[in-house]
């Protein structure tokens, strides 16, 4: 099974937040970042695009966090590169 992969940063966020593991961020791309999960969390993306809810401050910390980390991989990508 392959893993899930998505460029959505909320749903990425959504998806750590109940519990899936992000398995690696692709920055190879920095215009189009990619997170990668384990196969299983793409049985809570209809979930997700339903509206389903969350602990709002998990899911706003989730996303600030995830957005860190994207500075600093495309950083590194951008350095690594150059």
Same mark, same amino acid.
């Given at each position: ?16 937040? !109940? ?5 690696? #961020?692709?920055?190879? !791309?920095?215009?189009? #970042? ?49």
């Amino acid at each position: 099974m392959n893993n899930y992969r998505t460029a959505d940063t909320w749903l990425a966020a959504f998806l750590i937040v !109940n519990e899936y593991e992000l398995l690696d #961020v692709d920055v190879s !791309n920095p215009r189009c #970042v990619v997170f990668v999960f384990e196969p299983h969390a793409i049985k809570m993306v209809r979930p997700y695009y339903n509206g389903a809810q969350v602990v709002a401050l998990k899911f706003a910390r989730q996303i600030r966090r995830l957005k860190e980390e994207l500075y600093e991989r495309i950083g590194e990508n951008d350095t690594t590169n150059s």
